[in-house]
């Protein structure tokens, strides 16, 4: 790991037990509220997307937004919410997925993209990889192209960046 990606990790305070006992929460809060990690952050996204042909960063429903919307900014790039069920007021598609502690459905309107559109899927962290892979399959649903699915964290003993590469995907997280 290089050293903006240490020095992001040092900002994540883990919350033990919560929202559960055996979960040890990846809380971000701590890295917003530090100015100089939070546009480490920012800065490590915009640096590995910069140059390349970006039409829309997708955000997932809630954490994602805060960095989707940070990363479609600077790549002057659209902004696609990837909501939680019954937040998008038009016509959606719908994906049914599995969390760490739960099940949950995502949604996205159905005008989110247009066919081939290049994207890159961004959220705050990768558990089980259930959220992202619903995300994917929304995505791909209204034809646009996934170019890499991203995140700040990757859990790796819970499997999800391998089955997310399994199923094909190219993915880039900050810290693990
Ligand atoms: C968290 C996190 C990711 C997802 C990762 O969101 O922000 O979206 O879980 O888990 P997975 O890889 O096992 O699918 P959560 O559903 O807790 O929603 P929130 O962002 O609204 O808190
Ligand atoms: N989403 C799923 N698992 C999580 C964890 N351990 N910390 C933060 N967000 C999560």
């Known amino acids: 790991m290089d050293y ?20 040890a929460f990846r809380d971000i ?23 390349q042909k970006i039409d829309a960063v997708a955000a997932v429903d809630a954490r994602g937004f805060i960095i989707g919307s940070a990363l479609a900014y600077e790549l002057n790039a ?47 962290l990768i558990a089980t990889g259930g959220t992202m892979l619903a995300a994917t399959r929304l995505i791909r649903r209204i034809g646009a192209e996934i170019v890499e699915v991203a995140a700040m964290i990757d859990l790796p003993d819970l499997g999800g960046s391998r089955k997310l590469q399994e199923e094909g995907l190219q993915v880039y997280t900050v810290c693990s």
């Open 4 to 23: 903006f990606s240490e020095s992001i990790k040092q900002a994540i305070r883990t919350v033990p037990d919560w929202p559960k006992p055996g979960v």
């Open 29 to 51: 809060t701590t890295v917003l509220q530090d100015k100089t990690a939070f546009r480490k952050l920012i800065d490590a996204f915009v640096h590995r997307y910069h140059g």
């Open 78 to 124: 659209s902004l696609v919410l990837v909501r939680k069920k019954g937040k998008l007021p038009f016509d959606t598609l719908v994906e049914d997925y599995e969390l760490e502690y739960g099940t949950a459905s995502v949604e996205l309107h159905k005008d989110a993209f247009k066919s081939g559109d290049k994207v890159v899927l961004v959220d705050d």
